[in-house]
């Protein structure tokens, strides 16, 4: 008799761990599936012109009225901002701040390290954005030939990486590699480095 119970009272325990196990992998497989419909709305709100720099992308200034692509020879100002540009739906990213990019044309023989590597004909291209408040880094110290963000003061070396100088950034700028081809500037590689503000 105790052995019958015992035999039901597994076979009981048997069902209720299998029911268990069902509704585990049936909540399981729900949240799995809540979770990518989640991220396919994520990616779908997401613009193409929100999309940082691709390999590829040209460069256009950022107040030119037409989207005519940039070479070096249009770097003679201290430096350029631009957005960058799909080559073949003519896209502008410019749907976010953060895809800025400045451009400052240099003597290639004072670039150092990995700059040297990343420019192209003397362009040092890095994010427009200071890590410190998230302002624009537009002024240039002549004499010292640095970049300096007119908001707190951050200075940065565009010979050396955009490795700060001086100021209360915590960072330097985010480089982003370039090469040329037919006599455009032209996005190597993504940013190296995290662009925006710099996390307190």
Known sequence: MSDAREGSSSGAERSCWAQASRRDVLAAVAAFGANAAVNAAVA???????????????????????ADTLSPKHIMEPQVIAWPMDPTTKLVRNGSRLNKVLLVRLNPATLVGPTRERAADGVVAYSAICPHAGCEVRGWVDELK???????????????????????????????????VEDKLVVARPFVGRVGIAPT
């Open 44 to 66: 779908s709100a997401a613009e193409p012109a929100d999309e940082r720099p691709k390999e590829g992308d040209y460069l256009v200034a950022i107040d030119a009225t037409n």
């Open 146 to 180: 640095i970049l300096e963000c007119p908001c707190h003061n951050s200075r940065y070396n565009p010979r050396e990486g955009a490795a700060i100088v001086d100021g209360p950034t915590t960072r330097g700028l985010a480089a982003l590699p370039l090469r040329i």
